[in-house]
């Protein structure tokens, strides 16, 4: 087992890693940048690393200074959390050239299911379905235009090294496709320094499901169930749920049979989620896989009892999985609460809290780094919490949320408190009746006086 975990990350996924390792008996380093000095993270681990000014480039994506911090405090194992560099293959590589263990997925894998083509290219050989798309990139203009006409319209023009909605384009007549092609393509190119792009059928009142994975070094995976993300702002999930309203017990298993079988095909090691488009015929379509821990993860943990950090360190450290399959035992919402004016486009809000009460009691879990006082910087994710509420049904759960978001206060700041508050009392969202379309037609009601 490890000694001593570096965590190459900030803020409330920081936390929760430095909160199962001091469980585990494992010391925990953590780094941050200037803009973070004051950071919970940096008070709760062990030992705490400053690694640059407040730029992401220049401390949180700074892979010398990263390996530097780990190398001086002796840490022989790096959790990179979420984001920043938990997909970067090439810091997989070079914690391996050093001898720290990197506790996600392998360079090979990250490349492998890193490039959206590839991925689903590696999806349909496992036999998982797959939308109907283009094999490989689009060459030119013309191959797209063929393509379109095959599949018919509408299509989806998607960036191939893609993430948070950029280079994607959907065009709903053959008129438009020159246009979103060329904006895509700029776009993603600007974005990524990559326009490469493909091509899929575009599937017509989508949900957005993903299962949950854990691979093991010995070739063994098992899934933890699905967790329903449909409710996303320009690609942006909003609110997560398990499990999903739109679930049947037949669809789920078909559904988590998918999910071990792609995971097993490619010998996934370490916490991953594939991620599934399911029509509304039920028809479910392999989107992307994730190979890192997720930011709903908690209320897989929630419905299931089992902890999923846990598990990473577990597997990345050799121990095997027992091979099981969970299904959710509860029901579990969670609310990502952000820095944002809900009633003014989502704005960023950074500044500081000068007030804040969290809710408790039972079935209610917050995770997160901020505190009263704490200045919320600007050069990050605007995530500044995750309110999870559980219990035996989705309305009991839902109830519970109401509950929790009325008692949560944060002042200094604008935060989307009031957008998750409306949403709990949406007929459709209380129905269980929404896909990713979903906030299209969401307005928020004028702010209480």
């Known amino acids: 087992m490890f000694k001593k975990i570096l965590i190459a990350n900030r803020g409330?996924?920081?936390?929760?890693?430095?909160?199962?390792?001091?469980?585990?008996?494992?010391?925990?380093?953590?780094?941050?940048?200037?803009?973070?000095?004051?950071?919970l993270h940096v008070k709760f681990a062990d030992e705490?690393?400053?690694?640059?000014?407040?730029?992401?480039?220049?401390?949180?994506?700074?892979?010398?200074?990263?390996?530097?911090?780990?190398?001086?405090?002796n840490a022989d194992a790096i959790h990179p959390g979420y984001g920043f560099l938990s997909e970067n293959a090439k810091f997989s590589k070079i914690c391996q050239e050093h001898g720290i263990k990197f506790i996600g997925a392998s360079p090979e894998m990250i490349e492998k299911m890193g490039?959206?083509?590839?991925?689903?290219?590696t999806m349909k050989a496992a036999g998982v379905p797959c939308v109907p798309g283009s094999d490989g990139l689009l060459e030119s203009f013309e191959h797209a235009q063929k393509?379109?006409?095959?599949?018919g319209?509408?299509?989806?023009?998607?960036?191939?090294a893609g993430g948070g909605g950029k280079g994607m384009r959907a065009v709903w007549k053959a008129e438009d496709l020159q246009k979103a092609w060329e904006s895509a393509k700029q776009e993603a190119g600007a974005a990524?320094?990559?326009?490469?792009?493909?091509?899929?059928?575009?599937?017509?009142?989508?949900?957005?499901?993903?299962?949950?994975v854990v691979g093991d070094s010995f070739g063994k995976a098992c899934h933890l169930s699905e967790r329903d993300c449909s409710v996303q702002r320009r690609h942006q999930k909003l609110t997560e749920e398990t499990p999903?309203?739109?679930?049947?017990?037949?669809?789920?298993?078909?559904?988590?049979?998918?999910?071990?079988?792609?995971?097993e095909y490619i010998q996934y090691e370490g916490a991953g989620t594939v991620e599934f488009l399911v029509d509304k015929h039920r028809n479910f379509y392999f989107m992307e896989m994730n190979t890192r821990i997720q930011v709903e993860h908690p209320i897989t943990e929630q419905v299931i009892d089992y902890d999923l950090i846990r598990e990473q360190i577990l597997v990345a450290a050799g121990v095997p999985i027992s091979g099981k399959n969970y299904l959710p035992q509860l029901h579990s919402i969670e609310c990502r609460i952000n820095a944002e004016d809900p009633y003014n486009d989502f704005r960023p809000s950074p500044g500081k809290i000068t007030t804040l009460h969290m809710?408790?009691?039972?079935?209610?879990?917050?995770?997160?780094h901020v505190y009263s006082g704490y200045t919320i910087p600007p050069n990050y994710d605007s995530m500044i919490a995750k309110l999870i509420t559980t219990a035996q049904t989705r309305e009991e759960a839902i109830n519970k949320m109401k509950r929790a978001l009325d008692e949560f206060v944060i002042e200094g700041v604008k935060t989307t408190i009031p957008f998750h508050r409306q949403l709990m009392d949406e007929p459709d969202y209380v129905a269980g009746n929404y896909t990713t379309k979903f906030m299209e037609s969401f307005k928020m009601n004028e702010p209480a006086n």
Do not use: W
């Open 192 to 212: 990524f320094g990559n326009d490469g792009m493909y091509m899929e059928k575009l599937i017509e009142e989508p949900r957005h499901i993903e299962i949950q």
């Open 147 to 151: 393509l379109a006409k095959e599949f």
């Open 12 to 39: 409330e996924i920081a936390l929760r890693v430095i909160r199962t390792c001091r469980e585990m008996g494992i010391k925990t380093v953590a780094v941050y940048s200037t803009a973070d000095a004051e950071s």
């Open 153 to 160: 319209y509408p299509v989806m023009l998607k960036a191939t």
């Open 359 to 368: 809710p408790g009691g039972h079935g209610v879990r917050l995770d997160t």
């Open 115 to 121: 490039d959206k083509a590839t991925a689903k290219a």
């Open 244 to 263: 999903s309203p739109f679930m049947t017990d037949e669809l789920r298993e078909a559904m988590g049979t998918a999910a071990v079988k792609a995971a």
């Open 48 to 73: 705490a690393v400053c690694i640059g000014p407040a730029p992401s480039n220049l401390s949180y994506l700074k892979m010398s200074n990263i390996i530097a911090a780990a190398e001086i405090t």
